[in-house]
């Protein structure tokens, strides 16, 4: 039920218990305390205009509905429980339901952070990256994606199927967040906390924090409309931000037309994106030697030499799109190069072990594949009282703590 139709309610069950004889009751004890307040003051005396008024019966009636008022306005002021509060369940409502959503997510934090733009209709989206010139049109309910990709005056366009594990890692962040919220719903023992109060991009909100869900799920809404204005989803060291949210605006279905656009070239061209694989996935058995591995594809092939200046889940996800090109310019068979991205995807998983609440890090910036006096990246295995390094050249070998670089 809204706030609202509570205190209609409450107020009809005022008026409800109110009688005349109540009112006329509540009236004659201000118009007595008047007069004596009267009687106290000097000089002479006054028309006694409200014992005038009174004898009118609508005005008894409207002095009544000001007596009302006048508690009411009083239980607010005493914290009363007609005030409008904004409840977990109206906060979620519009994520549930909503059947258009238009928002911005940014995944992983800093200048190499991903950044994403979301049209949803339906079952369909529209989605837009940041720094690519490459917009993917995802039809979830038949599983299928249009890519559209522009190199300068290349127009490209490409249709892929995305069964299985691909539906799961093209998805809607939005499909992601209404599980979470909707196994929330429907378990009576969740464990919501209520973050009171904070002001985001000048607007009162209110917020909501699911406990137990990975590392976080936190959710801010308008104080006023109950609409969620930002939603954050920290896991390990990765964080998502959800931002620039609006439920159920008009938008043409159009923009998410499977039908390939004027000017652009139908290719047959494989679109992988990188995706966290569920435990059981055959990628969970990620080795040392895939770290390695996934080193020497992004120095070699997508940096043309050099190691990256940062990494972490958000960094190799962002290098999917990039990697893609590379393979498309080196013209590798389909087979080669999907078990270029395989191997790729095993290094993440593998560094994830450690992403995730172990001991690591990582200082390839400005280091050239091949000097094998710089160590890029380190990591301590479960048990283990030293290190393992990677070097520039990709050699490994176990190291102290105090050995570590500084």
Do not use: C
Request: hydrophobic content about 40%; aromatic content about 8%.
């Amino acid at each position: 039920m809204r706030p609202a139709d509570n205190i209609e309610k409450s107020i009809k069950k005022l008026r409800y218990k109110t009688s005349a004889e109540t009112h006329d009751r509540v009236l004659g004890n201000v118009l007595q305390a008047m007069d004596e307040k009267e009687k106290q003051k000097p000089g002479v005396n006054k028309p006694d205009i409200w014992r005038t008024i009174m004898k009118n019966t609508f005005t008894k009636i409207a002095a009544a509905i000001v007596v009302i008022a006048g508690i009411l306005i009083g239980l607010h002021f005493a914290g009363n429980p007609f005030v409008a509060t904004v409840t977990f369940a109206e906060v979620i409502e519009p994520i549930l339901n909503a059947r258009t959503v238009v928002l911005d997510y940014v995944i992983g934090e800093g200048p190499d952070a991903l950044e994403m733009h979301d049209i949803v209709i339906g079952s369909r989206i529209r989605r837009t990256m940041s720094n690519m010139d490459m917009t993917m049109i995802l039809d979830l309910e038949d599983a299928r994606m249009l890519t559209l990709v522009s190199l300068g005056v290349t127009k490209i366009a490409s249709y892929n199927d995305i069964q299985g594990t691909g539906l799961e890692g093209t998805g809607s962040v939005l499909d992601f967040v209404r599980n979470v919220v909707s196994r929330v719903k429907n378990n009576p023992d969740a464990d919501i906390q209520d973050l009171g109060e904070k002001e985001i991009n000048g607007q009162k909100a209110v917020g909501f924090y699911v406990k137990g869900f990975n590392d976080g799920l936190t959710i801010w809404a308008n104080k006023k409309t109950s609409l969620p204005i930002r939603i954050e989803i920290t896991e390990g060291k990765t964080s998502t931000v959800i931002k620039n949210i609006k439920f159920d605006v008009p938008l043409e279905e159009s923009l998410v037309s499977m039908e390939v656009p004027a000017g652009y070239t139908m290719k047959d061209i494989a679109i992988h994106i990188i995706e966290v694989p569920a435990p059981d996935n055959h990628l969970s058995n990620a080795t040392e030697e895939d770290l390695v591995e996934s080193l020497r594809i992004w120095a070699e092939i997508i940096l043309d030499g050099a190691f990256p200046d940062a990494i972490g889940t958000d960094h190799f996800i962002k290098q999917a799109a990039p990697l893609g090109y590379k393979m498309a310019s080196l013209r590798l068979p389909v087979s080669e190069g999907e078990q270029l991205f395989f191997k790729f995807q095993k290094g993440m998983i593998f560094l994830q072990k450690f992403e995730f609440g172990g001991k690591w890090g990582y200082a390839g910036k400005g280091v050239k594949l091949g000097d094998a006096e710089k160590i890029i990246l380190w990591y301590q295995p479960q048990g283990s009282d030293t290190y393992r390094v990677i070097y520039g050249d990709l050699s490994v070998k176990d190291i102290a703590t105090e050995d570590l670089p500084k």
